[in-house]
């Protein structure tokens, strides 16, 4: 899911490869792979991960994600804006583990590595319409996106 999104966002030209710095678990020959083929910025530093970046993708297993959030807590702040595609992960629980950030959902399918993706994005509890909109930007890269009304909207 990563890569293809990854694909469909620097094929749109809504990011440029050298401002993307990829991260995973273990992989260093995928890491490296992905330099070479992208020209982006590889780590294993949570730290310098955070402190140069402000949009966040976890793409990851939902059994990683504990440890995922764990790694970055502690470098999280207010002007983050965490996205996730963890299948079954709540913005409850990401938010639970890092705080008052913005945190928004999508929930891509698989027509994401052929650019024709149904995406449904939810916002968090301090995410805003700013966070949506950059997170529909990314996600439209790769085919229709649809907004989950919140919880707190629909009350």
């Given at each position: 899911?990563?890569?293809?999104?990854?694909?469909?966002?620097?094929?749109?030209?809504?990011?440029?490869?050298?401002?993307?710095?990829?991260?995973?678990k273990n992989n260093d020959d995928r890491l490296a792979r992905l330099s070479r083929a992208w020209d982006v910025r590889t780590t294993r530093d949570k730290a310098f991960l955070m402190a140069e970046g402000?949009?966040?993708?976890?793409?990851?297993k939902p059994h990683d994600m504990p440890t995922v959030?764990?790694?970055?807590?502690?470098?999280?702040?207010?002007?983050?804006?965490i996205v996730s595609v963890a299948a079954g992960?709540?913005?409850e629980i990401i938010e639970?583990?890092?705080g008052a950030v913005?945190?928004?959902?999508?929930?891509?399918?698989?027509s994401t590595a052929v650019r024709a993706s149904a995406t449904a994005i939810a916002e968090g509890r301090h995410a805003g319409p700013n966070h949506l909109g950059i997170v529909r930007q990314l996600f439209e890269a790769v085919g229709w996106v649809g907004v989950v009304p919140s919880r707190s909207s629909t009350s």
């Open positions: 899911m990563a890569e293809a999104l990854l694909r469909g966002i620097f094929a749109a030209g809504i990011l440029r490869p050298a401002r993307c710095i990829v991260t995973n402000d949009v966040v993708i976890l793409a990851v959030l764990d790694e970055i807590a502690s470098y999280v702040k207010p002007h983050h804006l992960v709540s913005t639970a583990r890092l913005p945190v928004v959902r999508a929930m891509p399918n698989t």
